[in-house]
């Protein structure tokens, strides 16, 4: 079974920062795109940015020039690094990794962490 647990949230003020982690494990033989999204109170689940495991990026609108993902691949770790934190930017924000495990190298399955809390004060 994979797990992907994040950690780095929290509560800040408007223009801090905050840098969320993201490990992958369990029986992984290798793990492809990695991605952040993040849900915010009443909404929808939003798609924030990813990285593969060349370290090729793609960001939302939204969060590019603010927000950086960057990746160590042997640790099976995501980073986001956070910056001028909004109001809006209140959310629970989820890791989401592709990845394939020793039964097939060539299916790829995925995974989803259980969220962690990040609160901008207004």
Known sequence: QVRLVESGGGR????????????????????NDMGWYRRAPGGEREFLATIDNRGTTKFAASVEGRFTISRDNAKKTI????????????????CNAFYTDYSDFYKYLEAWGQGIQVTVLS
């Open 79 to 94: 980073y986001l690094q956070m910056n001028s934190l909004k109001p809006e930017d209140t959310a629970v924000y989820y």
């Open 12 to 31: 800040v003020q408007p223009g801090e920062s905050l840098r969320l982690s993201c490990t992958a494990s369990g029986s992984i033989y290798r793990v």
